[in-house]
């Protein structure tokens, strides 16, 4: 029964790092920048329509 407990605890205590966590990573980084790039553009693009 104590041996049940120890594995649990092992596997809690060490998290699982995989090549999904790279990637999801990578993933949100390019997602925010290019989120980021879109309303600098539409801000931009806002700007110059109101000075026109």
Not at 33 to 38: A, I
Not at 39 to 46: D, E, N, S
């Amino acid at each position: 029964m104590e041996a049940m407990f120890d594995d649990l605890a092992a596997a809690l205590r060490q998290p699982r790092a995989g090549i999904f966590t790279a990637v999801r990573a990578f993933a949100l980084d390019f997602a925010s920048k290019l989120f980021l790039g879109v309303a600098v553009g539409v801000g931009i693009g806002i700007g110059l329509a109101i000075a026109r």
